[in-house]
C-alpha cells in the first residue's frame, strides 16, 4: 500500500510521555488510521526498554505501561522478521556507512528494503535517510 511507512521508536515512545508530545508524532499516528507502519524485529524490545527505564524512574507506573501495550498492540504496527544474515550483514555495514547504531540501522534498512518512507523524530536517521534518497515521512 503506497501510505505505509517505517516508524521508529522516537515517534512511538512520544505517544506515552506527556512531556514529548509533538505534531509530528501525533500526524504520524492519525496515518495510522488509513496505512500500515513497520518496524524492525527489535523494536518490541525497544519499547520494553524504554518502558522499564520510565517505570525505574518513577517516569510512569506499571499500569501506565500495561495501558500503553494495550493500545499499541491494537494499532496497525507490523515487525518484520528478518533473516540472521541481513540483521547481521546488511545492517552492520549501513550501521558502518552512515555512522548508525545496529538498531538506527534497522529502521533504515526496513525502509529501504520495504521502499517506504521513514517516520522518525530522530536527526542521524533524518540525515541518513536524505543521503541515501529514502524519503522522510513529512506532514
Known amino acids: 500500500m503506497k501510505n505505509n511507512f517505517v516508524v521508529d521508536n522516537s515517534v512511538v515512545m512520544s ?3 506527556k512531556d514529548e508530545v509533538n505534531r509530528y508524532a501525533d500526524a504520524v ?3 495510522l488510521t488509513e496505512a500500515t507502519a513497520y518496524v524492525p524485529v ?3 524490545l525497544e519499547v520494553v526498554n524504554v518502558l522499564l527505564t ?3 524512574r518513577n517516569r510512569i507506573r506499571q499500569a501506565d505501561s500495561v495501558r500503553f501495550l494495550t493500545l499499541l498492540l491494537q494499532l496497525p504496527i507490523i515487525v518484520e ?3 540472521p544474515k541481513n540483521l547481521m550483514g546488511e545492517i552492520l ?3 558502518r556507512a ?4 545496529s538498531y538506527d540501522a534497522s529502521y533504515l534498512d526496513l525502509a529501504m528494503r520495504k521502499d517506504c518512507p521513514i517516520a522518525t523524530l530522530d536527526s542521524k536517521i533524518i540525515e541518513a535517510a536524505r543521503d541515501i534518497k529514502i524519503a522522510v515521512l513529512s506532514f
Open 15 to 17: 505517544w506515552l510521555f
Open 29 to 31: 499516528l492519525d496515518r
Open 42 to 44: 527489535i523494536w518490541p
Open 54 to 56: 520510565a517505570e525505574r
Open 81 to 83: 522478521d528478518d533473516s
Open 93 to 95: 555495514a549501513l550501521g
Open 98 to 101: 552512515k555512522n548508525l547504531s
